[in-house]
């Protein structure tokens, strides 16, 4: 398992140039952040307007651009506004899965005949992290502490030292001098660490917007201080299923059966019409593809399809008026609602007047029923992994986004009989754990 920590900054609060400067920065496969030391601790530095987080995203575009410019760049909710609206140009995300395959190395088409390196679009994106921190620091930032996961690639210890030294070629790119690495869970764990007054398991359990990532993580006062925790991760594991794929379920549940999904054409053979097109505008990263004139030329014909044709002429309505993404975005918004335990009234005015509807906890729990089973199978797993019995573990530590999800937070934990349920930041845990971190090692 690689080394996880070498020594890297961060900054303060207060516009002043620190002496030891130094930061941590999350560089997440959805989101990032990036933390500096302040006198009570560390923080998240405000990335966009009122955001302690920011989409790890990369918008690329030459509109209103000279010609021989190079490509505008936009990141975080810029970067996905931009492709939302249909600005011309290339969206970059999750990059992260690019470390430790060739292709960091390769170029790829941005757009007017321009082609960038992989790995000079993260340290891009890292530059932009750093830029932000270093105005609020007042000075610039040599020392870093990056998060890494357990196994950037699973079952391949030279790729995955290849990932890492990608991602550390990355932040020398941008002018970080002295880098070190912690791995994310134990990150996560830092700040419930701080808790303990004995040692324990503890089961963190990272349900973000990709994937859910679990580990077991040996905690305790003694271990505190230690910089090198690589042996206190006692297995990792997780699956390729999280809150996108939430949204999707609940989209293809409550709202894409208005326009057609599942609907079935005339007699005699009333068979169920193509559902590619519906797991297409469900699938955020494929909605554009729907938009294209050949495609929109097909779906028109396929009126005949249908034994009900005001499904269809809804289903127009969605792909003429561009709407794939704001109804993903009631998806999640209904998605959120019946997880504060209150029912979503969905409004769909934009597809058609007068069209709403609504979704219950029912039909939610119903539709993400198959992806919660295997989220808590796989935390039940990394357990066993671990060489434990659930009895052993006395705290599930709950971050990432999807964890506000109740149902979902109740499950993974009540396989953990003995064990007490705590939740961190959602969306800053592992930034904040990692600047706990930075402190420990560069001061």
Same mark, same amino acid.
């Given at each position: 398992?690689?080394?996880?920590?070498?020594?890297?900054?961060?900054?303060?609060?207060?516009?002043?140039?620190?002496?030891?400067?130094?930061?941590?920065?999350?560089?997440?496969?959805?989101?990032?952040?990036?933390?500096?030391?302040?006198?009570?601790?560390?923080?998240?530095?405000?990335?966009?307007?009122?955001?302690?987080?920011?989409?790890?995203?990369?918008?690329?575009?030459?509109?209103?651009?000279?010609? =021989?410019?190079?490509?505008?760049?936009?990141?975080?909710?810029?970067?996905?506004?931009?492709?939302?609206?249909?600005?011309?140009?290339?969206?970059?995300?999750?990059?992260?899965?690019?470390?430790?395959?060739?292709?960091?190395?390769?170029?790829?088409?941005?757009?007017?005949? @321009?082609?960038?390196?992989?790995?000079?679009?993260?340290?891009?994106?890292?530059?932009?992290?750093?830029?932000?921190?270093?105005?609020?620091?007042?000075?610039?930032? @040599?020392?870093?502490?990056?998060?890494?996961?357990?196994?950037?690639?699973?079952?391949?210890?030279?790729?995955?030292?290849?990932?890492?030294?990608?991602?550390?070629?990355?932040?020398?790119?941008?002018?970080?001098?002295?880098?070190?690495?912690?791995?994310?869970?134990?990150?996560?764990?830092?700040?419930?660490?701080?808790?303990?007054? =004995?040692?324990?398991?503890?089961?963190?359990?990272?349900?973000?917007?990709?994937?859910?990532?679990?580990?077991?993580?040996?905690?305790?006062?003694?271990? &505190?201080?230690?910089?090198?925790?690589?042996?206190?991760?006692?297995?990792?594991?997780?699956?390729?299923?999280?809150?996108?794929?939430?949204?999707?379920?609940?989209?293809?549940?409550?709202?894409?059966?208005?326009a057609g999904f599942k609907a079935l054409g005339p007699p005699p053979s009333a068979r169920e019409v193509p559902?590619?097109?519906?797991?297409?505008?469900?699938?955020?990263?494929?909605?554009?593809?729907?938009?294209?004139?050949?495609?929109?030329?097909?779906?028109?014909?396929?009126?005949?399809?249908?034994?009900?044709?005001?499904?269809?002429?809804?289903?127009?309505?969605?792909?003429?008026?561009?709407?794939?993404?704001?109804?993903?975005?009631?998806?999640?918004?209904?998605?959120?609602?019946?997880?504060?335990?209150?029912?979503?009234?969905?409004?769909?005015?934009?597809?058609?007047?007068?069209?709403?509807?609504?979704?219950?906890?029912?039909?939610?729990?119903?539709?993400?029923?198959?992806?919660?089973?295997?989220?808590?199978?796989?935390?039940?797993?990394?357990?066993?992994?671990?060489?434990?019995?659930?009895?052993?573990?006395?705290?599930?530590?709950?971050?990432?986004?999807?964890?506000?999800? &109740?149902?979902?937070?109740?499950?993974?934990?009540?396989?953990?009989?003995?064990?007490?349920?705590? @939740?961190?930041?959602?969306?800053?845990?592992?930034?904040?754990?990692?600047?706990?971190?930075?402190?420990?090692?560069?001061?």
């Amino acid at each position: 398992m690689p080394d996880a920590a070498s020594s890297h900054p961060s900054s303060a609060r207060q516009p002043a140039v620190q002496t030891a400067a130094f930061c941590a920065i999350d560089f997440g496969t959805s989101n990032s952040a990036i933390a500096l030391p302040d006198d009570g601790g560390v923080h998240l530095v405000e990335v966009e307007p009122g955001q302690r987080t920011m989409p790890t995203s990369v918008f690329y575009t030459m509109e209103g651009q000279p010609p =021989h410019a190079d490509p505008r760049r936009l990141y975080g909710r810029a970067a996905l506004a931009a492709y939302v609206d249909g600005v011309e140009g290339r969206l970059m995300r999750s990059m992260k899965s690019v470390l430790g395959s060739p292709l960091i190395e390769q170029g790829t088409d941005v757009g007017a005949g @321009r082609s960038v390196r992989f790995l000079d679009v993260i340290a891009g994106y890292l530059k932009h992290l750093k830029s932000l921190a270093e105005a609020e620091a007042g000075g610039p930032l @040599r020392r870093a502490v990056l998060g890494r996961p357990v196994f950037f690639v699973d079952d391949d210890p030279v790729r995955d030292a290849q990932a890492q030294a990608a991602l550390e070629a990355a932040a020398r790119l941008v002018g970080f001098d002295e880098i070190s690495f912690q791995f994310e869970p134990i990150a996560a764990a830092l700040d419930y660490e701080s808790t303990t007054d =004995h040692e324990q398991l503890v089961l963190v359990a990272d349900i973000g917007g990709g994937t859910s990532d679990f580990s077991v993580v040996r905690v305790g006062p003694q271990r &505190a201080a230690q910089i090198e925790r690589a042996g206190d991760i006692l297995a990792s594991h997780g699956v390729h299923v999280a809150g996108t794929d939430f949204d999707r379920q609940v989209e293809l549940s409550a709202i894409l059966p208005l326009a057609g999904f599942k609907a079935l054409g005339p007699p005699p053979s009333a068979r169920e019409v193509p559902s590619k097109v519906y797991f297409d505008l469900a699938t955020w990263h494929l909605i554009n593809t729907v938009y294209t004139p050949q495609r929109v030329m097909e779906l028109r014909r396929m009126k005949t399809f249908y034994a009900d044709t005001q499904l269809h002429t809804r289903l127009m309505a969605v792909v003429d008026e561009r709407l794939g993404h704001a109804l993903m975005g009631e998806a999640e918004g209904a998605k959120i609602a019946v997880a504060e335990g209150r029912p979503a009234h969905i409004d769909l005015d934009a597809v058609e007047p007068r069209l709403s509807t609504t979704l219950g906890e029912a039909q939610a729990m119903a539709a993400l029923e198959a992806d919660l089973a295997r989220i808590v199978k796989a935390g039940v797993e990394t357990v066993r992994l671990a060489g434990v019995t659930p009895e052993r573990i006395e705290a599930v530590y709950l971050t990432g986004g999807s964890t506000g999800l &109740a149902p979902l937070a109740t499950r993974i934990a009540a396989p953990f009989a003995n064990a007490r349920t705590v @939740r961190g930041d959602r969306l800053a845990s592992v930034a904040q754990g990692l600047g706990l971190h930075a402190q420990r090692v560069f001061r």
